[in-house]
């Protein structure tokens, strides 16, 4: 999916709670993959949306798992359905592998262990050019994308539950 392109007719979103997760880390990279996002829920005819900026990708899943466990009465709600967003560019170090991997494995986690679930909008990549690609380039925009899934889930995973 394209941003700018519609979102798909039958996707009804108006009725669920999103949160927007977005890494500062390589923001030239992550504030399109937001902004890819937020047309997609837009599109979709979300109005209940969150966005919380985390300093990067390695941040990502402890802040969609306070977020998730919420408890009633807090003062933020919890979603139906959370979007992650960051970059993760490769570079000479083995610290990729270690931010990539641990973002990944723990929004996962965060997904199972809560049950609510958490669309994984995080490019890994060799170069800022793959990164910039992805991220409202010739590859699309995987920020729209992860927010199409992350509707989807949230009317799937709910009808699941009933
Ligand atoms: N965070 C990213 O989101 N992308 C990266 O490419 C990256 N690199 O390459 O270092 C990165 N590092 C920061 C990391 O996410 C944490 O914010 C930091 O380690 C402090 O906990």
């Not at 709670?17 to 902004?35: G, R």
């Not at 990067?56 to 979007?83: M, N, Q, Y």
């Not at 958490?118 to 010739?138: P, W």
């Amino acid at each position: 999916m394209t941003e700018g392109k519609p979102a798909s007719a039958h996707l009804q979103a108006g009725r669920f709670k999103f949160a927007v997760l977005c890494a500062q880390f390589n923001s030239s990279i992550t504030d399109v993959l937001l902004a890819g996002a937020l047309d997609a829920l837009k599109r979709s005819g979300a109005v209940d949306i969150e966005v919380v900026r985390v300093p990067g990708s390695w941040e990502l899943p402890l802040a969609a798992k306070t977020i998730a466990e919420r408890k009633p009465g807090a003062l933020g709600k919890v979603p139906d359905a959370i979007i992650a967003l960051g970059a993760v560019i490769r570079g000479d170090t083995p610290h990729f592998d270690y931010v990539a991997g641990q973002a990944a494995s723990g929004l996962m986690a965060v997904q199972l262990e809560t049950g609510i679930p958490v669309a994984f909008g995080v490019l890994t990549t060799n170069t800022i050019e793959q990164a910039a690609d992805r991220a409202g380039g010739k590859d699309g925009n995987k920020g729209y994308d992860a927010a199409i899934t992350a509707i989807e889930m949230a009317e799937r995973i709910h009808r699941l539950r009933q």
